[in-house]
T-cell receptor, first 112, second 112 residues
Framework: QQQVKQSPQSLIVQKGGISIINCAYE??????FPWYQQFPGKGPALLIA???DVSEKKEGRFTISFNKSAKQFSLHIMDSQPGDSATYFC???????????WGLGTSLAVNP | NAGVTQTPKFRVLKTGQSMTLLCAQD?????MYWYRQDPGMGLRLIHY???????AKGEVPDGYNVSRLKKQNFLLGLESAAPSQTSVYFC???????????FGPGTRLTVL
């Protein structure tokens, strides 16, 4: 049973466009929602994270939108660049040990 | 500051063989985690540790054992490797006061 559902599985965007990746969760006890970025052959790296007491968090070109009532959160990449081409994972956590429940990932390709 | 390192980077085993994967971190983090990453499955937690001398089961612990004898090291053992354990294994660590997990570069394991 997948507790964090991520879509789309893959995404192709033109340079300068907006990339949007969505995640939905089921467990209302989750209180930490990170997005990780992974390049081929590398480990995931934290991109941006949000807690449920805010509806939006922005860091540079990356924004998380959070909808607590709908149990959904999304990653927006503004002015997408070829260097953003990577796999993006959403995740959620709700315990003190910060065990992460991961989405299945979205492969993003930004065409030049 | 090397962060999180993993050895070996690649390994090929025959069914029934055993091996140990080593994870080391130099950030004095209390928490350490072992994940496996499979195509279409995202990342799944195998075992984790909340401090030196402690270990706990994650989502998919069967067939694996772990040890945390030193704070900086977290070992993942396969006693009798099976083809189903072919995967990329990632180690991560975390400061107990913060939520961010820092990942190593991964170990690609193939079991024939």
């Amino acid at each position: 049973q997948q507790q964090v559902k991520q879509s789309p599985q893959s995404l192709i965007v033109q340079k300068g466009g907006i990339s949007i990746i969505n995640c939905a969760y089921e467990n209302t006890a989750f209180d930490y929602f990170p997005w990780y970025q992974q390049f081929p052959g590398k480990g995931p790296a934290l991109l941006i994270a949000i807690r449920p007491d805010v509806s939006e968090k922005k860091e540079g070109r990356f924004t998380i939108s959070f909808n607590k009532s709908a149990k959904q959160f999304s990653l927006h990449i503004m002015d997408s660049q070829p260097g953003d081409s990577a796999t993006y994972f959403c995740a959620a956590s709700g315990d003190n040990n910060r065990k992460l429940i991961w989405g299945l990932g979205t492969s993003l390709a930004v065409n030049p | 500051n090397a962060g999180v390192t993993q050895t070996p980077k690649f390994r090929v085993l025959k069914t029934g063989q055993s091996m140990t994967l080593l994870c080391a971190q130099d950030m004095n983090h209390e928490y350490m985690y072992w994940y496996r990453q499979d195509p279409g499955m995202g990342l799944r937690l195998i075992h984790y540790s909340v401090g030196e001398g402690t270990t706990a089961k994650g989502e998919v612990p069967d067939g694996y054992n772990v040890s945390r004898l030193k704070k900086q090291n977290f070992l993942l053992g396969l006693e009798s490797a099976a083809p189903s354990q072919t995967s990329v294994y990632f180690c991560a660590s975390r400061d107990g006061r913060l939520a961010e997990q820092f990942f190593g570069p991964g170990t690609r394991l193939t079991v024939l």
